[in-house]
């Protein structure tokens, strides 16, 4: 007979859901995922066609958590993991139509061509900058801190590769927490950023500056599907969750299968899917935490794989790729050279681009037609690079609703999910819409997420 003192329906079968199932079964918890897709993963997953290997979610990750080993070797996959090449450390933004690359030391800063002197030296002022009075847009601390010219071409580029975001429309204190802090707690980024090395070690955690860059032979997706394959039939895919219902001290899931409309019931519940999703599932439940999840903004951003005969690109791919700053008006976000960092991502003889498009900057660049957007990609990509020939290959993977934006008040929206855990008990909320969106964040939410459960039992 089941234990209904440790049963759980996790709803997702993204990587947060996916792990923290996968710890609670090593609990000895009777767990329950339902993915409403046919394979697990969620925006982590890896297509291989044509010769090409194509991630259509995150490329890589960072190793910023020591539970990355430690699930990879419980996993077995340990041995499939590999690092990015050298040169990727090389990156690059675009200013004036020239890429630049980002100075990695103080020589190649005091050479760069990438800000004037002018801007070079407002960032000698950072020390003796004040705490903010109040909340701050990422926008906003940074041309404090740092000066307009570093916002617009470093902080900008950056925002939109990491969040496909604004950075006058985040939130400092929410979507990049580890700088904020470094203002609040030691006074400065640069202070900060030497006296936090410390504690840094103390956590066993790396910075995402110095941490290394790492995927599969295989692609991201060997991650998620070695994780469903050790879950095995706890994991029911195709079942698509239609309600949640509170009966007692228990939960009752409905969710559309192949075989019909199926009721599944636990003691705990944990929703990891996008806001928007949750807000549905839980308005029979909680109207009020519905109505602050779907006030949540995902927006659309279309990933466009390219395959190029190397010797047809003039730029030597020599990087990670480059970022684009709003104010060089493309219509691109920016480029990942894939077969530069990762092996097995193309044939000999050809090159591999994942070119990012749309985002909050440029939201209707997605509406176009497929055909219209291979052509801007192909065209931004061979004014900036130097392309002579068409792509040989093409991919095109969209996503509606991409990454959720930690918008200014979004502490706000953080205090609103804390209280309806505490008045809703055996709900849990572990999506990439609270505690980071990365792949290591999303890791240590589930972890987090694994770890309240167990002191609460």
């Not at 070797?73 to 590999?82: A, M, P």
Request: charged fraction near 25%.
């Amino acid at each position: 007979m089941k234990s209904t003192d440790r049963s759980c329906i996790v709803i997702g079968g993204g990587v947060s859901g996916l792990c923290a199932a996968y710890w609670l079964t090593h609990e000895n918890f009777d767990v329950t995922v339902l993915e409403r897709e046919d394979i697990p993963g969620g925006a982590m997953k890896t297509v291989r066609k044509d010769g090409y290997l194509i991630d259509t979610g995150p490329n890589s990750s960072l190793e910023t958590t020591p539970l990355f080993d430690e699930l990879f070797n419980s996993l077995g996959i340990i041995d499939r993991r590999v690092y990015a090449n050298e040169s990727s450390n090389k990156r690059y933004i675009l200013r004036n139509g020239k890429l630049h690359p980002i100075p990695m030391s103080p020589v190649a800063f005091l050479k760069t061509k990438l800000w004037s002197t002018k801007g070079k030296l407002r960032l000698l002022k950072e020390p003796f900058i004040g705490r903010a009075n109040g909340e701050e847009s990422i926008a906003q601390f940074v041309e404090r801190r740092l000066g307009r010219e570093f916002l617009d071409y470093a902080i900008n580029p950056f925002v939109a590769g990491v969040y496909a975001g604004n950075p006058e429309e985040l939130s400092v204190r929410s979507a990049f927490p580890k700088l904020y802090r470094l203002e609040e707690v030691y006074g400065g980024l640069i202070k900060g950023t030497i006296k936090g090395r410390k504690e840094r070690k103390q956590r066993a955690e790396q910075s995402k500056q110095s941490a290394k860059m790492f995927s599969f032979i295989d692609g991201m997706g060997t991650f998620t599907n070695a994780l469903g394959n050790a879950l095995g039939d706890r994991l029911i895919l195709s079942a698509k969750v239609i309600s949640i219902k509170k009966k007692k001290q228990a939960f009752t899931v409905t969710a559309e299968t192949p075989n019909g409309k199926k009721e599944y019931s636990a003691k705990r519940v944990i929703l990891s899917i996008p806001a928007h999703h949750a807000a549905h599932l839980l308005t029979s439940i909680d109207s009020s935490i519905s109505d602050t999840l779907s006030k949540i903004y995902y927006p659309p951003v279309t990933m466009v794989f390219f395959g190029y005969k190397t010797d047809a690109v003039s730029h030597p791919l020599d990087g990670f790729g480059y970022l684009i700053p709003a104010k060089e008006q493309r219509k691109i976000l920016g480029t990942i050279w894939s077969s530069t960092i990762f092996p097995n991502r193309t044939q000999e003889g050809y090159a591999a681009f994942t070119t990012f498009v749309g985002g909050s900057r440029q939201p209707e660049v997605t509406e176009n037609d497929e055909s219209t957007l291979r052509e801007i990609v192909h065209n931004e990509i061979a004014s900036i690079l130097g392309v002579s020939e068409e792509p040989e290959f093409y991919y095109i993977k969209e996503w509606k609703h991409a990454i959720p934006q930690y918008k200014f008040g979004y502490a706000d929206t953080i205090k609103k999910i804390e209280q309806f855990e505490r008045s809703h008990p055996g709900v849990y909320l572990c999506s990439n819409y609270r505690g980071g969106i990365s792949v290591g964040d999303c890791v240590m939410s589930a972890r987090r997420t694994v770890d309240k459960i167990l002191q609460e039992i």
